[in-house]
């Protein structure tokens, strides 16, 4: 393993990774010597573009995480086209708003949407992951929280907010219940990242709506994000597992 390519050997299955931070990640991993699996869950064209772009070394693979048994598909099309699997990068998610007022089955629907992509779809792919993990001597789970898990969220997207919190617990109790099978499982809370859920939210509502409580004044880039993912997926780094790393810019308010 040479010193520019940490993660040669490692094949990691990234969700959500046909554009925005998913993709960065499968870059990222592709740069640092990974096999990366592309799930993607609309965008075949994207995730066939970001497959050239990383010269091919890497799987495609298509599920639809809205669908309760569609974890479970991603998890045996990925197993049947790797063999194995090392690590797992649970970046999907939505945000949809959905406010108090609306009527009950609106809200319910809302809810129910972002849980099952946001976590239940997480959850389902770290159990199946973890029973792969104890079998063949280990493995790492990333999984993309939010600032938004940690300090609660804004009034219609209290859902998502919810969802990022179940995930922040997920990771620790899998860190607590399965690191002496040598898994490592840690979550990632950013705050505002630049990328298409985030234009859209300036053009909305204005820059300053976005970063004005963020110290330095910025969106975190994707790369950065992706970086942080590599390195967390390093083999060297034993002792992180449980923790959540806050990538906001000191916007973190406790």
Known sequence: MSHSQPLA?????????SGGIGAAIVERLSAEGARPIIHYGRDRQGAEALLRKIGGNGLRVQADLSSPDGAFALWRDALAAAGRIHAVVNNAGIRTEVSIDAAPSDWRAAWQKEFQVNFFAAADLCKQALLHFRENGGGRIVNMASRAGQ???AADAMAYGATKAALINLTKSIARSFGSDGVV???IAPGWV?????????TKHGKDAAVGDIPIGEMAETAEIAELVAFL?????????GATFDVNGGSYIR
């Not at 630049?194 to 300036?202: C, I, L, P, W």
């Not at 997926?233 to 992180?240: K, N, T």
Request: proline share 3%.
């Open 9 to 17: 050997g490692q094949t990691v299955l990234v969700t959500g990774a």
């Open 151 to 153: 300090r609660g969220y």
């Open 185 to 187: 499982a840690v979550a």
């Open 194 to 202: 630049r990328t298409e859920m985030a234009e859209d939210f300036v």
């Open 233 to 241: 997926l390093r083999p060297s780094q034993a002792s992180v597992n």
